[in-house]
């Protein structure tokens, strides 16, 4: 084993160990997100990760992280790259927390963020999009990364240019347990109206993304009036949602395909909706493009 | 006293004492709305509401309602009316609950519904349109009645045509509390920067109301890159929400003032937002508009 490469989200961390010719020797998940850690705990959650990895103990084991250990309130603040910029850069803007007791050098890349009356941020999809431009070089356009905060990137090579956020996969979550649409939500969810729902949805969304919060309403009218029924409301809803979401980026789309990085369920989904603006989605394989992003970011060291 | 006046909705209730002559004698508000009731704890939480009441009691007292009293899951169901239709008759459409042991003859006013794949229902805001179009005779155009959800009608003398429902007030509510957003909203909402937080938000909805799930996020990363501080947070969100609603519906406004009836703090804010974009918004006393419409309603018996 030649480094180790770890993607750590707020709910979970992914660990990969990686060999000299780059193959993937294993790989670890551990719950230990950020969203459960405080500031020194973080040392020992990555090395119960790293117990029983191949290595010879005496010499020092790269660690190269992604995502959220590097948010302000993670492990060691990794202060954002701004936009425009070149993601090769990634690894210049890294931070390097100490790991008392062991031989592991770690390396947390920055996020990214935008300014200029246009505040944005990101932390780990940066990561993805040079694992894009590393997998598809010459690759240059929009990109969706499908997810609770939805991103949208202008990539051109490994420049990132600009990029927008969309609080879909949240807004969907918050309505359905807090607003008064969940006593339409209550119920099986995944039944056979969902899909029907989902396409009434998206059909809307796409047709009135102004009208997002007068649409939402008519969900509980529906089933109210006209039986609708939770697996229905549902599949209206998460249409609705990314209908409106696609919608609004409609004038950044163009003609050309829209590389798709996120779950392969939401993938599919918001390939669909694409399809139904004549707009083809191509889902990328998501744990790739990260581990893709890891290793070229190392690469590209100063 | 001749007759008493309800208002029953989902939060608590408020009755007025009317006399023979159309003067109100007294008012009385509990607590005790739909929300916290059992089917059968409806006539006592009327009778207490009006003990001591100047009142012959061997004679009997009509209580006219309006309002969520009247909802599947209230004291006795009225169904509604369908728009678009003559808001006259409410009362031939009303239900009689009986209120065993007293002389009270209960009315029920039901609510409106409209359908034709334009599902959507009102409770409440029926009797507050009948009011505006008693106070007002011969007003024709769109009303708009801010609030949890937001109502906008077009109404032409005494008919309801066409109707919808914005899901503003809610969602300001749920991603304050629920949403990742909560983080840039914890702390002082009323500080100075609310003002001017409320009119950058209110610009960016009527701008873009198309944009909403984007414009979003974009407070959260205000709050991490730019020093936004709470009271600015909700001012913007608040105002983004209502330019949203208003930009959504600005094709049905067209030049003529549009009457507001709601809590004066929302009127006053809808007002501001209107007038950004030319339209001049007209604050209703929002107890004397739903006082005329139990009046109007009552005086309308087939």
Not at 59 to 76: H, P, S, T
Not at 119 to 142: C, I, K
Not at 247 to 266: E, F, K, M, Q, Y
């Given at each position: ?8 989200g ?48 005496s ?42 007791g ?5 390396t947390i ?138 919608a ?13 990085i ?7 989904l ?30 590209f060291?100063?």
């Amino acid at each position: 084993m030649d480094w180790v490469a770890v993607d750590w989200g707020t709910s979970n961390l992914r660990a990969w160990g990686i060999a000299a010719e780059g193959d993937v020797l294993w790989e670890k998940t551990s719950p230990k997100g950020m969203g459960k850690l405080s500031r020194n705990e973080y040392p020992d959650a990555l090395l119960e990760v790293l117990v029983g990895a191949a290595h010879e103990q005496s010499r020092q084991l790269d660690v190269v992280i992604c995502g959220m250990a590097g948010a302000k309130q993670g492990w060691l603040e990794a202060p954002y790259l701004e936009a425009p910029t070149d993601l090769r850069g990634l690894l210049d803007g890294a931070v390097r927390p100490s790991v008392p007791g062991s031989h592991v050098a770690a390396t947390i890349l920055p996020g990214v963020c935008q300014r200029a009356g246009d505040d944005n941020v990101m932390r780990g999809e940066e990561t993805q999009l040079l694992g894009l431009a590393s997998l598809h070089p010459g690759f240059a356009g929009l990109v969706c990364m499908p997810g609770t905060h939805s991103k949208w990137a202008h990539l051109a090579g490994t420049r990132i240019e600009h990029f927008s956020t969309a609080m879909t996969g949240e807004m969907f979550e918050v309505l359905r347990l807090h607003s008064v649409l969940r006593h339409s939500l209550s119920g099986e969810l995944n039944g056979p109206g969902r899909k029907d729902g989902f396409a009434a949805g998206a059909a809307d969304g796409l047709e009135r993304p102004e009208h997002l919060l007068g649409m939402l309403f008519r969900i509980r009218a529906g089933s109210l009036l006209s039986d609708r029924q939770p697996d229905w409301c549902a599949g209206y809803l998460s249409g609705l949602l990314i209908g409106t979401e696609i919608a609004s980026n409609r004038h950044l789309i163009g003609d050309t395909p829209v590389p798709l990085i996120g779950s392969p369920v939401l993938c599919d989904l918001y390939q669909k909706v694409l399809g139904m603006i004549g707009i083809k989605g191509e889902p990328q394989d998501a744990t790739q493009t990260v581990l893709a992003g890891l290793r070229a970011a190392r690469s590209f060291a100063a």
